[in-house]
C-alpha cells in the first residue's frame, strides 16, 4: 500500500493546472446541494465513469468543500501518476486482499484523525448510466468501523449541452450517520448503492427536463 505525502506546494501547483485543463475542456462545473457543516470524519462517495473523476473531485475539494482530504486510488494509477500521492491519493490493490485491508485501515485512521476520504465504492470506472452502481464492500466496512462517521453520496455527471464543450454536474447529497444503525455491514452497502443511484438518477432527469437553476458554476 502506497500513502499519501501531501504538499501544500504541490496541490497549489496542480489546482492551477487542472483549473486550466478543464476550462480548456469542459464549459463548466456546475454543482447542487450544500457541503456539511463539517467535514471531519467524512466519507465522500461518488461514481466513478470517467478519468477526469479525480480532477473534479480536486477542484470540488478545494473551491467548495475545503477538507483536509485522503483519496483511495489504484495502486497502478498511482503509479502512473505519482502527483497524485503528493495531493492525498493513497492506493489500493484489488489483486491483495491483505493490500485491500491495509488501505482500508488507512483509511479508517485518517477518518479518525478528522480527516475527510474520498472512495469510489464502484471500485473500477463504469458507464455512467450503467445501473445497478455495484458497490464494493470498502464504504459499508468504514462505515460500521468508525465512530461518528459521516457519509456524503456524491453524484457526477457529464452531458453535452447548447455548447461546444461538454457540462459536468456534481450534486452532493445529504449527510449520513451510520452510528445509531443496526444494519450489517452487506446492508449497509445495498443502503448507500441505493441512495447513490437515485441522487445520480436525479441529476439526470434535472438535466433531460431543463431544471438545473439550483446549480451554481464552479469556475
Known amino acids: 500500500m502506497i500513502p499519501a505525502k501531501k504538499s501544500i506546494f504541490w496541490e497549489k501547483g496542480f489546482n492551477l493546472f487542472v483549473t ?74 484489488k489483486e491483495s486482499r491483505r493490500d485491500i485491508l491495509a488501505s482500508l485501515q488507512y483509511a479508517k485512521e485518517r477518518l479518525e484523525e478528522g480527516k475527510s476520504v474520498w472512495m469510489f465504492p464502484q471500485g473500477d470506472e463504469h458507464h455512467l448510466e450503467q445501473r445497478p452502481l455495484a458497490f464494493q464492500s470498502g464504504a459499508a466496512y468504514l462505515a460500521k468501523k468508525v465512530e461518528e462517521i459521516q457519509i456524503v453520496p456524491v453524484a457526477l455527471y457529464y452531458t453535452f449541452q447548447s455548447s461546444r464543450k461538454a457540462n459536468v454536474y456534481v450534486s452532493l447529497g445529504n449527510a449520513i450517520h451510520p452510528m445509531d444503525s443496526s444494519l450489517n455491514k452487506s446492508e449497509w452497502n445495498a443502503h448507500l448503492e441505493v441512495i447513490s443511484t437515485a441522487l445520480l438518477d436525479n441529476v439526470k432527469s434535472n438535466i433531460i427536463h431543463h431544471n438545473t437553476k439550483d446549480y451554481y458554476p464552479l469556475l
Do not use: C
Open 20 to 93: 486550466r485543463l478543464v476550462k480548456h475542456y469542459f464549459n463548466n462545473i456546475y454543482i447542487q446541494g450544500s457541503p456539511p457543516i463539517s467535514t471531519q470524519r467524512t466519507l465522500f462517495l461518488p461514481n466513478h465513469s470517467t478519468w477526469w473523476d479525480p480532477v473534479i473531485i480536486f477542484l470540488l475539494n478545494r473551491h467548495v468543500l475545503q477538507a483536509d482530504s485522503y483519496a483511495m486510488m489504484h495502486e497502478s494509477g498511482l503509479k502512473d501518476v505519482p502527483i497524485f500521492q503528493k495531493i492525498g491519493a493513497f492506493s489500493v490493490n
